[in-house]
């Protein structure tokens, strides 16, 4: 088998590559430079991925991308079925592809590239399930000190495999026009006037390790009124309680929606001018559409999973125990890395942001 320096380089004509990019939003998010560098390098490639629902809304319109397969998910847990797999698998060899390509390294993500029938089926050196892949790669170190990006990260990976090296491309996530008149008429019902500026606050997290308190957020929502803003908040339908509770801590009632989709959350993130939350998809998304972040990060390590190549601030408190995987806290009982930051930390990195944002314009 071919060695895996310079594979891409080598690849006929048209070939047609899928990536696996299984769990998260921002994952799926922060993949997308990835797809930018390698279509710039080489137009003819044809370029699909394969993600779990419902974050195919974030790779809707990408013009990179020639398909999007979606893995069926259920349950509390979001996990996909054996069926769900068996029926993306089929699919997936349908089409014949070339390459494979494994960026997540998990299970399920390794038994689909054993079996998805491409020729060339790629993972990391150190990978589980290493008898899954035909090519292996091994990526350099970092230079000392220094920490990757997970996107750029992915980027290592590719110039490994033969893409020449250039300026790392920005996440990039597209609105769907179609939705517009709707979600305007969404933003009206909620008190929103289109003559204010519009920050976004998503106050909540999949992890309670990664989310603030609703009252340092219901505070953040005041001071953003007093520079002008109107603010909305916004989150998934089982996250309407918690909007509800950080909006009745407010002094100034803010707009609120909730049970968005990916793509209407997308439109809706497109037409603010700010957005602060915690270190969360949402928050990769407004990122990608350019919006300056304001984020909060507590479990995570913020070097690898900072807004990517976007006007940002960030607020972290330096613990010991940071990173962890952030399922829950196993040194205080309560994840005090994300509780510790204060209202105040937040205003000042808010001064900050602004200031950036005046200067940028």
């Not at 769990?23 to 930018?36: F, Q, V």
């Not at 603030?212 to 007093?226: H, K, P």
């Not at 976007?310 to 995987?325: G, K, S």
Request: aromatic content about 8%; overall charge positive.
């Amino acid at each position: 088998m071919r060695p895996p320096e310079g594979l891409f380089a080598s690849l006929p004509s048209a070939s047609r590559i899928l990536f696996i990019r299984l769990r998260s939003l921002g994952d799926t998010i922060l993949s997308t430079p990835l797809y930018a560098a390698l279509k710039a390098w080489r137009p003819d490639l044809r370029l699909s991925v394969l993600v779990e629902e419902p974050f195919d809304g974030a790779l809707h319109r990408n013009p990179d991308l020639e398909s999007v397969f979606p893995l069926q998910v259920r349950g509390s847990k979001q996990r996909s079925t054996t069926m769900a797999r068996w029926q993306t698998l089929r699919q997936i060899r349908r089409k014949r592809f070339d390459c494979c390509m494994d960026l997540h390294g998990g299970t399920t993500s390794a038994w689909l590239t054993g079996m998805s029938g491409a020729r060339y089926r790629i993972g990391l050196h150190g990978y589980r399930n290493s008898f899954c892949y035909n090519v292996r790669t091994k990526l350099p170190s970092p230079p000392p000190g220094a920490r990757w990006h997970s996107a750029r990260f992915q980027l290592e990976w590719l110039y490994r495999l033969g893409l020449e090296e250039g300026p790392d491309p920005p996440a990039r996530i597209f609105p769907d026009p179609g939705l517009r008149s709707v979600l305007e008429a969404r933003l009206r019902d909620a008190g929103l006037q289109p003559s204010r500026p519009l920050c976004v606050i998503q106050p909540s997290s999949r992890f309670h390790t990664k989310e603030w308190t609703a009252s340092g957020f219901a505070e953040i929502s005041d001071s953003l009124q007093e520079y002008g803003y109107a603010t909305l908040l916004v989150g998934t339908g089982e996250e309407e309680p918690r909007i509800r509770r950080v909006a009745g801590l407010c002094r100034t009632r803010p707009a609120s929606i909730s049970g968005l989709t990916i793509s209407e959350l997308t439109w809706v993130l497109s037409q603010a001018r700010l957005f602060v939350g915690n270190d969360s998809g949402p928050t990769h998304m407004a990122a990608a559409l350019g919006v300056p972040v304001l984020v909060l990060f507590g479990s995570s390590d913020s070097n690898l999973w900072r807004p990517w190549q976007a006007i940002h601030e960030i607020v972290q408190n330096p613990f010991d125990c940071n990173p962890c995987p952030g399922y829950r806290c196993h040194v205080y009982g309560e994840p005090q890395c994300i509780l510790s930051i204060t209202p105040d930390q937040v205003k000042e990195a808010l001064q900050r942001l602004l200031k950036r944002v005046h200067r940028a314009h």
